[in-house]
């Protein structure tokens, strides 16, 4: 009964795979573009648990159901207990008998493996601490429509090792490209993840080394959610590696930068800087939707036809 396929990690599927399914997202996005009404997932419902609030999950989420026909049911955290008061698997029998997909943003990504080991259905990591495969779809997508194949490119990472740069580095394994992590001292990314990508992935503490020459410039908020109490200590650390438009101008000509937001303009990024020419953040955050339709699709078998 448990041969559901999942997205937890985009370790999980070949590398054909997620080229695939980022050209479709393309796709999808042109049909909506054109207003052609494609509902592969009527009457198909997916279920969004949310440990941790979200606005570009939720709505891409959600609004991207919709536009298939079909539709999402949100839980809040006061409303699903993760673990608290019902034992995960017992939450996952249950749910997955009446849903036919589950994406699930939370914190413990032991939650999402548990989850999904004892679900019929798909299940989706909306974000955990350790991963945010999703976005990567999302930016993948974009870097494809704006620059073609980011195979044998060069992209940097400037600031926090954190779930973000842990997607970015099985980005970096699956899609072909070299990955360079500017970031201090005690905040470098998780060394499994490290490891597995091997060469393809260099560490620095010079953000400016970094760009040199890079293809993709990105960067995350320098204080995740549930990190709150280490805020100043972390700003007076990472200022260093604010990413700023004279920062850019060291990566090459046709250079892209990109942010998963939210920003915190002054912080990790300066004023100006989703304005600059060379941000495609608002595309990047659009193709959310575009990506996870194109996964909902993949992942939740079309409607059944009626006799």
Known sequence: MMSARHFLSMMDYTPDELVGMIRRGIELKDLRNRGVL????RGRVLAMIFEKS???TRVSFEA????????????SPRDTQLGRGEPIADGARVMSRMVDAVMIRTFAHSNLTEFA???????INGLSDDLHPCQLLADMQTFLEHRGSIKGKTVAWIGDGNNMCNSYIEAAIQFDFQLRV????G??????????AGDRVTLTRDPREAVKGAHLISTDVWTSMGQEEETAKRIALFKPFQVTRALLDLAADDALFMHCLPAHRGEEISEDLLDDV?????????????????????????????A
């Open 117 to 123: 080991a004892n679900s019929r259905v798909p299940v």
């Open 54 to 56: 979200s606005t570009r």
């Open 182 to 185: 500017a970031c201090p001292e």
């Open 38 to 41: 494609f509902e592969p997932l």
């Open 187 to 196: 905040y470098e990314p998780n060394p499994q993840f490290m490891a597995l």
């Open 278 to 306: 060379r941000s495609v953040a608002w595309d990047q955050a659009e193709n959310r939707l575009h990506a996870q339709k194109a996964l909902l699709e993949f992942l939740v078998a079309p409607a059944y036809q009626p």
């Open 64 to 75: 991207g159901m919709i536009q298939l026909g079909g539709q999402a049911i949100f839980l």
